[in-house]
Each structure stands twice: as structure tokens, then as C-alpha cells.
């Protein structure tokens, strides 16, 4: 059998090492007490007050009135973003595999948002590099619209927002994407914002309203027919 020798120097350092390590955890907060978005550990204040005289800026820096549209679109796609996590709540309820869609759309809602906000009369080439917009998602949209729709009846009908909760706050998201769409669309055509952005936004609601019909046919849901009233 092997002996080991330690020797007193190394043993009074193994002895002290965890009242060093217990009096160190005292005094110094975990990282993960910390800010990772300033590196402080206060984190900073939610209102800035640039904004009480009306004015916002944009990422290149201008400074523009509230109701200019540019802010008037960022407010639209803000607010589908909204309804469209409202509507995903609904959908993980009910336990529909479709959510992590969701989330993609809602986190590229974020670039359509950079998009806009980085008009191209003033923005410098490095703007321009990191808030352009890819066309994949324009892609992902039509994927998934292609895949809901082979499981889909056909449509033969003009069809009402119903279907269960889900299947109405995704028709609910899809009518605030119209908006969104009809506020950006000036935008694009003035050459401010990429044309894609426009039609990630149309695509988008196609994909809503495709979406929505599903949730109802996973949910066993009635849609509501559209009739001429008598």
C-alpha cells in the first residue's frame, strides 16, 4: 500500500482553503447578480424621458415626431407581436406543436422592427449591415403554409374568426398584421426600408389565417361559415 506524504505547509493551505473560499462568496455577488447589458450591477432605469416632447429617435439617430411613420409601423409590428404571444399562450394550452413557429416569427418581428427604424436616406453602410433582412423567413413562412394546408379540407367557404381560442387569436394576430402590413408598405415604396420586410408582412398572414384553421381542426372546433343574412 502507498503511503502519501503531505507536507504541514500544504495541509494548512487545503485546511484554510474553504473558510477562504466561504468568506470570499460573502463579500463578492455571483455574476449572475449582475447586469449583463451594462455590466453593472444596478440595472438602469426603464424610462429615459427623451421622448416627453414628442420627438423619437431612429437607429440612425434622427430625431422624428411620434406620429411620423416610421414609429406609426414600428407601433404595428409591436402590437402583432403582442397578440401573436398572446395567441401562443392559448396554442401551448391546448398543447399544439406549432409554438416554436411562433416564437421564430415573434423573434423576427424584432428584425422587421430593426428594418424600419433604419431609414436608408440616413443610415451609413454599417447600419444597413446590421439590420438587413434575410429572405429565409420568407421561405420558412411558405414551408409551413405548404405543410399546415396538405392537412387542411379544402377551403370552400368564406370563413369567420372562431374556431376555438387559439384558432381565434391567431385570426385576431392575422388582422393586425393587415395593418402592419398597409403601414409599412408606404415605407418600402419610398425606398426607406427593405422591400422583403413588406413581404415577410403579407406572407405572414397568409400563414396566421393557414395557422388558425389548423389549431380548430387539431381542437375539434367548429369555424364559423360565412352566410348572407336573411
Known sequence: MTSV???PALLRCLLRTPRIISEYRKKTPLILDRSYATGEERSPKIYTKTGDKGFSSTFTGER?????????ALGN????????GLA???CLDKGHMFTGQLDKIQCVLQDVG?????????ARESHRQRTKFTPQAITDLETWIDNFTEELPPLNNFIL????KSSAALHLARTV???????VAPIVRSGEADPDVA??????SDYLFTVARYAAMKEAKEEKIYRRPE
Do not use: M, Q, W, Y
Not at 422624428?64 to 414609429?71: T, V
Not at 413581404?199 to 405572414?204: E, H
Open 5 to 7: 506524504i503531505i507536507k
Open 64 to 72: 422624428r415626431p411620434k406620429e411620423d411613420h416610421i414609429f406609426e
Open 77 to 84: 409590428t409591436d402590437e402583432l407581436s403582442s397578440v401573436i
Open 88 to 90: 401562443r399562450e392559448f
Open 114 to 122: 430593426s428594418n424600419i427604424a433604419t431609414p436608408r436616406s440616413s
Open 161 to 164: 374568426p372562431s374556431g376555438g
Open 177 to 183: 398584421c393587415r395593418r402592419a402590413e398597409r403601414s
Open 199 to 204: 413581404k415577410f408582412l403579407n406572407r405572414l
